[in-house]
């Protein structure tokens, strides 16, 4: 689903204040090439998997 942005201000200042840790949000990074392997991991919630990002196309 979509983020609320309605008052994101108040939370990217705690954020960046450090009040608010990030490391839980993102819970895995994959670049494009493995897009694939990516919505997998996330379909079966491997290793806790929650949220990803996917990163630009990276030159192998």
Sequence with gaps: GGVDACN???T???V???R???GCL????????D?????????AHEDGCLKLVI???EDR
């Design 12 to 14: 990217m200042r705690l």
């Design 35 to 43: 897009v694939v392997e990516a919505y997998r991991a996330f379909e």
């Design 20 to 22: 608010i840790g990030t």
């Design 8 to 10: 994101m201000g108040e």
């Design 55 to 57: 990163t630009p196309w």
């Design 16 to 18: 960046r204040e450090g």
């Design 26 to 33: 993102i819970s895995g990074r994959y670049p494009l090439n």
